[in-house]
């Protein structure tokens, strides 16, 4: 029998507030006049008070021991009768009496036999989708209020949703079963009797669910995927049945031994190994589509974390860079060995210079030597001792820059400090997939697992077909558009995304592995927003 608990039938609480109490319960003064004329002693009064009070807040007559002591004695107080004065019929017929003076004061309308014929027409109605006796009863409960008729007693409720439901349960095995193919019926029953490498019956490998993202249990999930295809087109068979009813009947098997199934009538047995063959094949699609996004999020997880491991780099490079390059700055600087090799040089040349003002490359030996006194020897060797000085004065930058690595080693850093501003960890992506790729081609080219926009918008399924058409290609770059001459649209993808792809040089081509990226991290993401669904999930 199902709990009245479970179900919205009408019934006392085990607490009533106070307030409560006087919200519902409090007769009025026209309604104690109406008791009092129509009864003759205080037993009856306060029975016929407590059966409008009861019926007017559940719309059911409750038998009155069953009404709460609380709410008799609040009764009772309100109307002012003796102390110890009881609810009680002395007799059937004045109860049955009193019953229907409150049904014509409420306007409610006695039809046992319409009330039953409406219960049975709404739970048999309700039965082929839903299958809680609790859910059945509360919803013929409100087509009972509704056409504003008495409540039958919870009992009838019970009886006839017990009764109706396993009628169109019945039904619908018998559905299931005569959709299923002899060759199938074979099959499904060789489940509850051969056994599976652990020693189980391969109708426990029905039962289990997807593991870990890893590769090795992608690969396992998409061998289980094909076995369970291979037993029989489920869509065929659960054809018609509301899929609340599907997941009850797997429940129910999934729940059950096989060795308890066994015992069950064939009729049954092989509708509910069916269901739960229907939604094994349909979580293994589930799985399958989780782990692929588990699996690039993991990806995008690990490219993030290298370009955060390229930055912490970034940040020592930039930091011996400016180390560096204030030490080159304290050797060029006033003060330093290049400016006092300079100003020294300066001095050893003055003279000389001063000397040879205005000469030109056309001038004569014979004019230097008159400009210099015949002292042509000690002015040459003056000015190599400050070439020399100069020399020396340069030697101590470049034996600075030697110290750091030498100027080569400078340069790259100063790349790599250039080429990872932003956070652009899209390009460190393709990396990461690395052997998972073709993997995840499989995935999205698997005949048994389809994929489907949910909305109008295919963008991101017709860049996955561009993918795939080019998965053979090894280049650095694919064409940019489709079969039909039209450029493919990655305008769902972020600006990044479409740098990335994108090469200002190659117009009208992708960077292939960055495209590739692209889409399977786009393709998780739909799939975990709902924009792309997988045809059978």
């Known amino acids: 029998m199902t709990s009245i608990e479970r179900t919205a039938y009408p019934r006392f609480k085990r607490l009533i507030t106070a307030h409560e109490l006087h919200l519902f319960f409090s007769p009025t003064r026209d309604e104690l006049q109406w008791a009092t004329d129509a009864t003759d002693c205080d037993e009856y009064l306060l029975a016929l008070l407590l059966m409008l009070k009861s019926y007017r807040r559940m719309g059911c007559f409750p038998a009155l021991e069953d009404v709460p002591a609380m709410v008799v004695d609040f009764v009772r107080r309100s109307v002012e009768l003796p102390e110890g004065t009881l609810p009680v019929y002395r007799a059937e017929r004045t109860a049955k009496h009193h019953r229907g003076l409150v049904r014509k004061r409420v306007g409610v309308t006695y039809d046992q036999a319409k009330?039953?014929?409406?219960?049975?027409?709404?739970?048999?109605?309700?039965?082929?989708?839903?299958?809680?006796?609790?859910?059945?009863?509360?919803?013929?409960?409100?087509?009972?209020?509704?056409?504003?008729?008495?409540?039958?007693?919870?009992?009838?409720?019970?009886?006839?949703?017990?009764?109706?439901?396993?009628?169109?349960?019945?039904?619908?095995?018998?559905?299931?079963?005569?959709?299923?193919?002899a060759a199938q019926r074979a099959g499904l029953m060789r489940l509850l009797e051969e056994r599976d490498s652990d020693g189980t019956t391969l109708f426990n490998r029905l039962k289990k669910s997807a593991k870990g993202p890893t590769w090795s249990h992608f690969k396992n999930l998409t061998k289980r995927l094909e076995w369970l295809d291979g037993l029989g087109d489920t869509d065929v068979w659960v054809d018609g049945v509301a899929a609340g009813k599907i997941t009850d009947f797997a429940g129910e098997a999934d729940a059950t031994d096989a060795s308890e199934l066994r015992d069950f009538v064939p009729v049954k047995r092989i509708a509910l190994v069916a269901a739960l063959t229907h939604k094994a094949r349909m979580r293994a699609r589930d799985d399958l589509a989780t782990m692929f996004c588990k699996r690039v999020a993991t990806k995008i997880k690990k490219a993030k974390a290298e370009l955060e491991e390229i930055r912490l780099v970034e940040?020592?490079?930039?930091?011996?860079?400016?180390?560096?390059?204030?030490?080159?700055l304290k050797h060029i600087d006033e003060g330093g060995p290049a400016q006092e090799a300079l100003t020294k040089a300066a001095a050893m040349t003055a003279e000389t210079r001063q000397a040879l003002e205005g000469l030109d490359e056309e001038a004569s030996v014979d004019e230097v030597a008159k400009r210099l006194e015949g002292r042509v020897s000690p002015a040459v060797i003056a000015l190599v001792k400050a070439q020399m000085v100069q020399a020396g004065g340069l030697g101590a930058v470049t034996r600075a820059v030697e110290g750091f690595g030498g100027f080569a080693k400078q340069y790259e850093q100063i790349e790599k400090v250039s080429a990872h501003h932003g956070n652009f960890w899209e390009v460190l992506l393709y990396g990461q997939i690395g052997r998972d790729r073709a993997v995840m081609f499989d995935l999205a080219g698997a005949e048994n697992l389809k994929f489907t926009a949910t909305s109008e918008d295919s963008r991101v399924l017709d860049a996955l077909a561009h993918a795939q058409r080019h998965q053979a290609a090894r280049g650095e770059y694919i064409t940019a558009f489709n079969e039909e001459g039209k450029e493919v649209d990655i305008s769902f993808a972020t600006q990044n995304w479409r740098k990335a792809v994108m090469d200002k040089t190659r117009t009208g081509q992708f960077v292939r592995k960055h495209f590739e990226a692209?889409?399977?991290?786009?393709?998780?993401?739909?799939?975990?927003?709902?924009?792309?669904?997988?045809?059978?999930?």
């Open 115 to 181: 009330a039953r014929g409406i219960v049975e027409q709404s739970i048999r109605k309700e039965a082929a989708a839903k299958n809680r006796p609790a859910d059945l009863i509360s919803i013929a409960l409100e087509k009972v209020v509704e056409a504003g008729l008495e409540l039958p007693g919870f009992s009838t409720f019970d009886k006839m949703a017990s009764k109706i439901r396993t009628e169109v349960n019945a039904s619908i095995c018998t559905g299931i079963h005569d959709r299923v193919s």
């Open 518 to 537: 692209m889409v399977f991290t786009a393709l998780a993401e739909e799939l975990r927003t709902g924009d792309v669904a997988v045809v059978g999930s």
């Open 315 to 328: 940040r020592e490079i930039v930091e011996a860079l400016i180390g560096n390059y204030r030490t080159v």
